[in-house]
């Protein structure tokens, strides 16, 4: 039994420290096509953010093995397989209370972060990367990345999801983390600054919040921040861009549109 465990608890921390080298290395490259120079002078903060990362991805891959081998083995969780186990709304519905639940837990550990105590023993390693890269996306500290590596697991205990939706949140949690840190906007100006955007969290929302540090908490919906008086809306890239130019980043068109447009 220990083998296997062990053996479930090394896989899934190769295939999450795997999954983020491959999804941030994209978007750091799509962001070296379409923003060329937006990352210029950030090398040294992207090598710590990836080792922050990569010790991020143990934490993470540890009790989600040990919970996957518990499903395999074990008949633990309340993951399902079989499609017509429950009514096919559960599956929007159960992608969404997954998310909320998630984004809940993240906004209040998040703001509790943000006390000095906290900040000082933990969030300020995330917060070191000024402006954020696409490589920032597991940059926390241990005790940071502890707090975020407990959520899926326990989740899947309290609320039964088909494999298929389970993976869908994951994408979700993987990508967003790595567009919210990008330093641009990749979604579509309509969905951020339309009616959608009120609600959703992208990067220009979640940009605002390492520039300011005490607003803009929330992972992927803006409720709570907007309940709770935290919202100031969402950031300018454009002052970013111009950093990058003057550290020697030549930052193109694109990223001063951009900018402009945030
Ligand atoms: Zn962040
Ligand atoms: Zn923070």
Known sequence: MLPALLLAAASMTLIVGVRYLLVSGGFAWLTSARHPGLYAGLDRQMR???????ASAAIYGVPAGVVMWGWRTQGWTRIYTDLDAY??????????????????WFYWTHRWMHRPGPFRLAHAVHHRSRPPTAWAAMAFHPLEALT???????LVFLIPIHWGALGFVLTVMTVMGVTNHMGWEVFPQWMWRGRLGGWLITASHHQRHHERYGCNY?????FWD?????????????????RAGARGGRVDAGGRDAGRAA
Not at 48 to 54: A, D, K, M, N, T
């Open 48 to 54: 710590r953010e990836i080792g922050w990362s990569l």
């Open 87 to 104: 009514p096919l709304w559960w599956l929007p519905m159960s992608v969404f209370l997954y998310l909320f639940a998630h984004d809940s």
């Open 148 to 154: 975020g590596a407990v959520v899926i697991p326990t």
């Open 218 to 222: 929330g992972l992927y919906f803006r």
């Open 226 to 242: 907007r309940l709770c008086g935290t919202d100031e809306g969402v950031g300018d890239f454009a002052r970013e861009h111009a």
